[in-house]
């Protein structure tokens, strides 16, 4: 961590956990429940002074910030877990856990073979900088995080070959703040306003802070499952 950054800091990784939360559900409630009305002008909820093109340009773009904060939080969990491995399978677990409902709510069907929910991609951005720290040969050092982000395009995981390269930028950078700050806001830019998620980044004070963080595991599938069943109900109606 770069000398520069004040550890009084009141953002600790609580903190960045709950904006990711906060902005992930915003883009959800966009990309579930708005979007469809778009394409759905006949729907009896459409209409009045509602704008509903800039409510849903307006929650993608919120939304933005959330995945540069959950890749930063990847590269902080490996850095500080007790066994990498176990960190792996829960991520692995809750991959396999949350992608029915993902399929549900992204697509109303049960299975969507076309494209794989978020942990996935985080799961092979860990492997990825797991292979890059500990493995000695060069050949597998790189080889094999390009092969994460490779599995991560074939098998169309969200954000894909991006998901795992960003994770991949935040690890290599992790000894500079400033210079992690400065790669990971331009890279960002590729998702418009993910910059922006490298402001609370910055000022991260290096702390856990309060709360048990294993909730949010379960907060993903579940938010899901309730976007799934009202976007159900309203839209079947």
């Not at 860990?126 to 050949?139: G, H, S």
Request: with cysteine.
């Amino acid at each position: 961590m770069d000398d520069s950054v004040p550890n009084t800091s009141p953002i600790s990784s609580s903190v960045l956990k709950w904006i990711a939360i906060f902005t992930m559900m915003i883009d959800h409630i966009g990309a579930v429940l708005i979007e469809p009305l778009l394409y759905n002008p006949s729907s009896s909820v459409v209409g009045g002074t509602v704008n509903w093109q800039t409510i849903y340009t307006s929650s993608r773009l919120i939304g933005r910030l959330a995945f540069p904060i959950f890749c930063f939080l990847i590269v902080e969990g490996y850095v500080h877990t007790r066994s990498v491995s176990k960190y792996a399978f829960r991520l692995g677990l809750f991959a396999l856990l949350s992608e029915i409902p993902f399929d549900l709510a992204f697509s109303g069907q049960v299975f969507d073979w076309s494209t794989q929910n978020v942990f996935f991609t985080l799961l092979l951005g860990l492997l990825a900088i797991w292979a890059y720290d500990t493995l000695t040969l060069p050949l597998l050092r790189i080889g094999l995080p390009i092969v994460m982000a490779l599995f991560a395009l074939v098998f169309q995981t969200d954000y894909q070959i991006y998901g795992v390269v960003f994770i991949f930028i935040l690890f290599v950078t992790r000894s500079n703040r400033l210079k992690q700050t400065i790669l990971g806001a331009i890279y960002g830019f590729a998702q418009i306003t993910a910059s922006l998620a490298f402001i609370p980044i910055y000022y991260y004070n290096g702390k856990k802070g309060r709360g048990n963080s294993k909730w949010l595991y379960w907060f993903y599938p579940v938010h899901l499952l309730i976007l799934a069943g009202v976007a159900s109900f309203i839209f079947s109606s």
